[in-house]
């Protein structure tokens, strides 16, 4: 298995424009999470899915942010429009029937809004 | 959801066993107790996952007190490629919600 595939690695992108993250979990995971790492926040879950059901999104920080899962091999996480702040490196995760079995990680992608 | 507590850096030196304490005092009962370590520029690996008594693997030993409220992670005999952050959390798999993993403890392992 290839694990979770995020992309792009890296993004470059000037305030106001939109930015779409996106994930592919590892097959027959059936729970897919969204996270952003900063040095002064840490590890911030943003919204999670299961069965690509949205489940929990009160991580979400406004409503510049949205997250999509079309079907079980497929999710993004879109902000419009895009704000210097929102630098960061966002991850991706999937597990399978939750927590207990843990999270396998994507390598992230690093945005940088300028 | 449980809280958890951890130290935010650690130092040690190659070859020693480092031991990082994590508080975690409102655990629920069907709460487990799982350690991620991330190395930098990647995202965080799972390492570890106990319920109650000892766990270990091939990576780490999970040692977890009658009462839960505590666990501490030791890794034996630290080398360099062991400075990562570590992360301790505590949920129910079944219980509908995901976790955050917070600032973790960030470990130095020097010559």
């Known amino acids: 298995d290839a694990g979770v595939i995020q992309s792009p690695r890296h993004e470059v992108t000037e305030m106001g424009q939109e930015v779409t993250l996106r994930c592919k979990p590892i097959?027959?995971?059936?729970?897919l999470f969204w996270y952003r790492q900063t040095m002064m926040r840490g590890l911030e879950l943003l919204i999670y899915?299961?069965?690509?059901?949205?489940?929990?999104d009160s991580g979400m920080p406004e409503d510049r942010f949205s997250a999509k899962m079309p079907n079980a091999s497929f999710s993004t996480l879109k902000i419009q429009p895009s704000e210097p702040r929102d630098s960061a490196v966002y991850f991706c995760a999937s597990s399978f029937q939750g927590i207990n079995y843990g999270y396998t990680f994507g390598s992230g992608t690093r945005l940088t809004v300028v | 959801l449980a809280k958890t507590t951890q130290p935010i850096s650690m130092d040690s030196y190659e070859g020693q066993e480092v031991n990082i304490t994590c508080s975690h005092n409102?655990?629920?009962?069907?709460?487990?107790i799982t350690w991620y370590q991330q190395f930098p520029s990647q995202g965080p690996r799972f390492i570890i996952q106990?319920?109650?008594t000892k766990v270990t693997n091939e990576v780490a030993s999970l040692f977890i007190p009658a009462d839960r409220k505590s666990s501490t992670l030791s890794l034996p005999r630290v080398s360099l490629s062991d400075t990562a952050v570590y992360y301790c959390?505590?949920?129910?798999?079944?219980?509908?919600?995901?976790?955050?993993f917070g600032k973790g403890t960030s470990l130095l392992v020097t010559p």
């Open positions: 959390l505590v949920g129910d798999g079944n219980s509908g919600y995901a976790l955050n």
């Open positions: 106990g319920y109650k």
């Open positions: 409102n655990i629920a009962t069907n709460d487990y």
């Open positions: 097959s027959g995971h059936n729970s």
């Open positions: 899915f299961n069965n690509n059901v949205p489940i929990d």
